[in-house]
């Protein structure tokens, strides 16, 4: 027979892993349909409005995103997509904008979750802190600033100044770094390792193969259509 202080501990893992579960899909909700965009902002509030004690282990970022994923999957199925392929379809505009800066597409947009609340994320490379600034000027762009600090390896940061903007009616956040800063990019906040980032050929690759996908399953639902009368 199991001894009493195992089957209390076996059952206090199953109750923390439903909770971590619980807050995941929590903080999933208010990141889609509140625009959180910070994971660690959005598990602790999850954790708040379910109840739960803050001492007790809080999901892993990439939980959160996992259930993120599922969430839009049940309950954006048709609005999230549009807003994704729109967004994608700016990047590819902005990063022929700002090619002077070998710009390259990071963050929800790239990965695939963003939604209506989700801006364009951009990093852009040069060793001129006013050029960007300035390019902005030179086309009329109004902006915002920003410092974001961002990881550089598990014993860094740094800090970076960012430069907000809208353009039909979509938002747009670029991170300015210096040129080397390409070779290496930050630590992700989801996995810690290096951030995804992707050139402006990526991203249209990105359009086209999801274009692609379409079509075949426009195809395979025509096809069904046809086998089922």
Do not use: W
């Amino acid at each position: 027979m199991m001894a009493r202080g195992e089957h209390h501990r076996i059952h206090a893992q199953d109750r923390q892993q439903r909770n971590r579960i619980l807050i995941a899909q929590e903080a999933a909700r208010l990141m889609s349909e509140h625009g959180i965009r910070d994971y660690h902002h959005a598990k602790h509030k999850a954790a708040d409005r379910l109840g739960m004690p803050e001492t007790q282990a809080l999901p892993r970022n990439s939980e959160i995103e996992q259930a993120l994923r599922e969430h839009q999957r049940i309950f954006q199925a048709d609005s999230q997509p549009q807003a994704l392929r729109e967004r994608r379809e700016a990047a590819v505009e902005a990063m022929q904008f700002f090619a002077r800066f070998r710009p390259r597409l990071v963050g929800a947009v790239l990965e695939g979750t963003a939604d209506t609340h989700s801006a364009v994320c951009l990093h852009l490379f040069t060793d001129d802190p006013e050029a960007v600034p300035l390019f902005l000027q030179e086309h009329g762009v109004p902006y915002e600033t920003q410092t974001r600090t961002l990881r550089e390896d598990r014993d860094s940061q740094r800090d970076f100044p960012v430069f907000l903007f809208a353009a039909d009616n979509l938002p747009f956040d670029l991170t300015v770094m210096p040129g080397d800063s390409l070779r290496q990019a930050p630590l992700d906040r989801v996995d810690e390792k290096p951030m995804r980032r992707a050139s402006l050929q990526g991203v249209r690759e990105l359009l086209a193969s999801a274009h692609h996908q379409v079509e075949h399953e426009d195809e395979f639902e025509a096809m069904l259509a046809a086998a089922l009368r």
